[in-house]
């Protein structure tokens, strides 16, 4: 297992008492600013912690670390806590503390279109994200919700890896393109393409990326899961109130190839629609709508209850704790 580990120079080097963590989190993103700037404000290591963060790089990779005690917390999509159950595991993952409440993924025109409506993505070619996974499953869930059946209705493609979608859409592959930030703001910057919808205020509040352990680690370290727990919290109240150029300046070192002014960009829109998770409880009506959307796309075959993947402890006690 390859890992890519991520040199924290503004905490310094760690105190003696403080406990390490060691996280990994599916890729490096803007999505993920509360996790940043909770390290970079440091109340991770207020609350005791030394969180060494390494990126794994994709939902299956970052799960097999976790299995396999590489990494003590994963960052990923509940999702696929309920694939790895559904498998039976002994040892299932369990979700803790939500960080992101919508989908990340922007609808992007090769074309300006003043007054869009999704049914001009009829006849079209459409470019989306990896089958099975959470992007491409609330972008289906839209696109049905809007009358078009993605696979009969378009062209879909979905033969390309995704480190290559946004390259691919810039040599010219395909009408329209699902994107993350900061790629999406990138190509409305550089006249390459046009931001038309956000697939997050689409399909709506989901538990969409989570801090997950296994469960066994959660039962032998409580006390570790509830300051990571405070921690989170602690920077979701930080950002819900930050203005967009100070959060960016904050976490710019995590993005070094990224412009400045695209990082403010990015984590405004993504304030103004909310996929900034507000607290870390993932409640029953997103878990339930997150297995609504796995079901519509055929790729969940049972239904897993709420209580069994999620434990709300945590996040209720920072809720009442966190000031």
């Given at each position: 297992?390859?890992?890519?580990?991520?040199v924290?120079?503004?905490?310094?080097?760690?105190?003696?008492?403080?406990?390490?963590?060691?996280?990994?989190?599916?890729?490096?993103?803007?999505?993920?600013?509360?996790?940043?700037?909770?390290?970079?404000?440091?109340?991770?290591?207020?609350?005791?912690?030394?969180?060494?963060?390494?990126?794994?790089?994709?939902?299956?990779?970052?799960?097999?670390?976790?299995?396999?005690?590489?990494?003590?917390?994963?960052?990923?999509?509940?999702?696929?806590?309920?694939?790895?159950?559904?498998?039976?595991?002994?040892?299932?993952?369990?979700?803790?503390?939500?960080?992101?409440?919508?989908?990340?993924?922007?609808?992007?025109?090769?074309?300006?279109?003043?007054?869009?409506?999704?049914e001009?993505?009829?006849?079209?070619?459409?470019?989306?994200?990896?089958?099975?996974?959470?992007?491409?499953?609330?972008?289906?869930?839209?696109?049905?919700?809007?009358?078009?059946?993605?696979?009969?209705?378009?062209?879909?493609?979905?033969?390309?890896?995704?480190?290559?979608?946004?390259?691919?859409?810039?040599s010219?592959?395909?009408d329209?393109?699902?994107?993350?930030?900061?790629?999406?703001?990138?190509?409305?910057?550089?006249?390459?393409?046009?931001?038309?919808?956000?697939?997050?205020?689409?399909?709506?509040?989901?538990?969409?990326?989570?801090?997950?352990?296994?469960?066994?680690?959660?039962?032998?370290?409580p006390e570790?899961?509830?300051?990571?727990?405070?921690?989170?919290?602690?920077?979701?109240?930080?950002?819900?109130?930050?203005?967009?150029?100070?959060?960016?300046?904050?976490?710019?070192?995590?993005?070094?190839?990224?412009?400045?002014?695209?990082?403010?960009?990015?984590i405004?829109?993504?304030?103004?629609?909310?996929?900034?998770?507000?607290?870390?409880?993932?409640?029953?009506?997103?878990?339930?709508?997150?297995?609504?959307?796995?079901?519509?796309?055929?790729?969940?075959?049972?239904?897993?209850?709420?209580?069994?993947?999620?434990?709300?402890?945590?996040?209720?006690?920072?809720?009442?704790?966190?000031?």
């Open positions: 297992m390859l890992f890519v580990p991520f924290l120079a503004a905490c310094g080097d760690a105190e003696e008492d403080l406990t390490a963590v060691r996280v990994g989190e599916v890729t490096r993103s803007i999505f993920y600013a509360p996790q940043y700037i909770a390290i970079e404000k440091g109340f991770f290591e207020e609350e005791g912690l030394d969180v060494e963060l390494t990126t794994t790089w994709g939902g299956d990779k970052t799960m097999t670390t976790l299995l396999s005690g590489g990494i003590d917390v994963a960052l990923v999509g509940s999702e696929t806590s309920i694939y790895v159950y559904l498998q039976g595991s002994d040892d299932p993952v369990v979700n803790f503390a939500q960080l992101t409440q919508t989908d990340g993924t922007f609808l992007v025109s090769r074309h300006e279109a003043e007054d869009f409506t999704w001009q993505l009829r006849g079209s070619s459409f470019l989306g994200q990896r089958k099975g996974g959470m992007p491409q499953m609330a972008g289906e869930f839209t696109l049905k919700q809007h009358g078009i059946d993605p696979h009969r209705d378009l062209e879909l493609i979905q033969n390309i890896d995704f480190a290559n979608i946004a390259s691919a859409f810039a010219g592959t395909g329209y393109v699902q994107l993350f930030e900061p790629q999406a703001t990138v190509f409305e910057m550089e006249g390459i393409g046009h931001v038309l919808a956000s697939f997050g205020e689409e399909s709506g509040r989901l538990p969409y990326t989570v801090f997950m352990s296994k469960q066994s680690f959660i039962q032998e370290n570790i899961v509830q300051k990571f727990t405070n921690a989170v919290y602690r920077a979701q109240l930080w950002l819900e109130e930050a203005d967009p150029a100070e959060a960016a300046g904050l976490i710019a070192p995590y993005f070094e190839d990224t412009e400045l002014a695209v990082i403010q960009t990015v405004e829109r993504y304030q103004n629609q909310q996929s900034y998770a507000l607290d870390p409880a993932i409640d029953e009506e997103e878990w339930e709508r997150l297995q609504d959307i796995m079901e519509e796309a055929g790729e969940l075959p049972k239904r897993v209850d709420h209580a069994i993947l999620v434990d709300n402890q945590f996040a209720n006690n920072a809720a009442e704790h966190v000031k």
